[in-house]
């Protein structure tokens, strides 16, 4: 009797152990949830290097602090300062913009209600694909041409070979040369305009385009796809031929010209280009030009 007594204590005994180790809480202090993303993990789309995180937190008691760090390998900054202030007391809603993403980098969200609970976002960094080398190019820098329909004094052909600009009668005797005519009209104000085009060939008296013996069909066409920082950054033909096509350059004229417009071209013999206007002066009759840049293929 006294051993079925022992036994019956120690199974006791035993069970209360159970009961204790279940019934201890063994909840976190805080949960945190990424939202609009699947295990933790988002990949950015190529080159882009921005994300906004977005979470939600829940405490189990009332927050005193909310932190986000940054971590790229082995280095940790912190992302803003620690958030102190909860009108909710134990629930708070984080938007965070993470800019400058240029590699895989973590996210960790600390919360402090009395105990620390964290939890991290990866961010997986997509780069552009290698731009492939283009071919060489030309640059014929702050060429200025006058308006052929005001006898500017300044020379109103442009040669893309080389980036001479020439007066009428110069113009006349290297038609063979000249891919694009500048004229200030009133039907076409502030215009780049092909050597073929009718309209600029009844300019420039006895020297008119109509009289050249040859007058090129060079191809033209603004490009809305195109800044002023990319034409700047061009070093090759790359973005020439990306973006210069018979398409997008079609027409024998571009009207309308004002600073920072990227105009592509296609001369008569296949050699594309982009002009950069850098300023329009139509500010009297013998004032009326427009200066530009010229990166052309070789």
């Known amino acids: 009797m006294k051993r079925v007594s022992l036994c019956m204590i120690a199974a006791l005994v035993a069970a209360s152990a159970v009961f204790v180790s279940c019934s201890k809480e063994d ?71 993470i800019k400058g993403i240029i590699e895989d980098c973590e996210i960790t969200i600390t919360v402090d209600n ?27 820098a702050d060429k200025v041409l006058g308006s052929l329909a005001h006898n500017s004094t300044a020379g109103s052909s442009c ?7 020439y007066s009428i009668s110069a113009a006349k005797t290297n038609s063979e040369k000249i891919d694009f005519i500048y004229f200030n009209g009133s039907t076409h104000p502030k215009s780049l305009a092909a050597p073929n085009n009718a309209s600029v060939g009844t300019l420039g008296l006895g020297n008119a385009p109509s009289t050249w013996g040859i007058k090129n069909a060079t191809k033209l066409g603004l490009l809305s796809d195109v800044t002023v920082d990319q034409f700047d950054e061009c ?64």
């Open 159 to 165: 040669a893309s070979i080389d980036g001479t600009v």
């Open 235 to 298: 070093e090759d033909d790359w973005l020439i031929t990306e973006k210069v096509t018979t398409a997008a350059v079609s027409a024998d004229i571009v009207s309308n010209l004002a600073e920072n417009n990227v105009v592509g071209f296609i001369t008569a013999n296949g050699k594309k280009g982009l002009i950069k206007v850098i300023s329009v002066d139509a500010s009297g009759e013998t004032n009326n030009s427009i200066k530009i840049s010229i990166k052309v293929q070789e």
């Open 114 to 140: 009395g105990v620390e609970y964290s939890r991290t976002l990866t961010i997986e960094y997509t780069p552009l694909p290698e731009k492939p080398a283009g071919a060489e190019i030309n640059f014929w």
């Open 27 to 97: 909840t976190d202090p805080a949960t945190i949830s990424f939202n609009n993303v699947q295990n933790d993990k988002v990949k950015l789309a190529e080159g882009v290097s921005e994300y906004v995180v977005s979470a939600s937190i829940l405490s189990t008691a009332n927050l005193k602090s909310v932190k986000v760090n940054r971590k790229v390998g082995s280095e940790t900054t912190q992302v803003i300062p620690p958030i102190t202030s909860f009108p909710l007391k134990i629930t708070y809603d984080l938007t965070q913009p």
